[in-house]
């Protein structure tokens, strides 16, 4: 039986050695990529989680100012019927001011949600302009 010559051997060892050490690299590389992809799909979501939470604590903020200005109108409007004073008048009209920048504020927040994140079955009869009275009435 014939050995196969010296360099034939040398040249099959360094053809499965070249294989081995491109493979090893090849999933070193996709090991690098998938983890790059999962880092910015995760800061992506954190980001999006982030901008949402802010926009639920605006809306929030501008419902409780709501509700205050109009318990306040309450208020003042029960106050000008007993009393008759002009300020109670006033403050009727600063409740009433206070309302409207509320709703306005809450008109502007509603565009802001994409409408699949749109919960509120009323939020389909909110108009995007022109006021508030077709907010409550559907």
Known sequence: ??????HAI?????????????????TVIVG?????????????SIATLNERST???QIEAADEDLMVAMQGMETFAFDL???????ALEELDVA???EHEAYAELERLALTIPSSLRW??????????????????S
Do not use: C, E
């Open 81 to 87: 019927a007993l009393t008759g004073r002009d300020q």
């Open 32 to 44: 690098f990529v998938a983890t790059a992809l999962m880092i910015a799909i995760v800061a992506n």
């Open 96 to 98: 009433q001011d206070t």
């Open 1 to 6: 039986m014939t050995r196969p010559p010296a």
């Open 10 to 26: 040398h040249d099959l060892n360094n053809g499965i050695r070249n294989r081995l050490l491109v493979s090893g690299l090849l």
């Open 55 to 57: 926009t639920l604590h």
């Open 120 to 137: 509120s079955p009323r939020s389909a009869t909110w108009p995007l302009s022109g006021g508030h009275a077709g907010w409550i009435h």
